[in-house]
């Protein structure tokens, strides 16, 4: 059973920066690629981001491509997502979340979940 704990959430005016982090416990961190997601009020849960287990491999979202970064440190156990540029479109509840197989981009495939951490935009 892997736990997963979010952090760096809060409150950044449009054009600011965050960086997220999520520690993860009670696996083998390496045998996981981690993703994040997120999701806004009234909205479907939506992909981010998503390294593979290597971190040879990285994939983002369209809307955030070129302004979040993913990366993760084996010896932590963590997996960040530095947020530049930030706008109100990126205003969610972010999710950290791990899986072994399947597709990246298919929240369903994803077989741990964070408790998430609210990022607010401000105009």
């Known amino acids: 059973q892997v736990q997963l704990v979010e952090s760096g959430g809060g409150l950044v005016q449009a054009g600011g920066s965050l960086r997220l982090s999520c520690a993860a416990s009670g696996g083998t961190f390496s045998n996981y690629a981690m993703g994040w997601f997120r999701q806004a009020p009234g909205k479907e849960r939506e992909f981010v981001a998503a390294?593979?287990?290597?971190?040879?491999?990285?994939y983002y979202a369209g809307s955030v491509k070129g302004r979040f970064t993913i990366s993760r440190d084996s010896a932590k156990n963590t997996v960040y997502l530095q947020m530049n540029s930030l706008t109100g479109d990126d205003t969610a509840v972010y999710y950290c979340?791990?899986?072994?197989?399947?597709?990246?981009?298919?929240?369903?495939?994803?077989?741990?979940w964070g408790q998430g951490t609210q990022v607010t935009v401000s105009s």
């Open positions: 979340a791990a899986f072994r197989n399947g597709n990246v981009y298919r929240p369903q495939d994803y077989n741990y």
């Open positions: 390294i593979s287990q290597s971190a040879s491999r990285t």
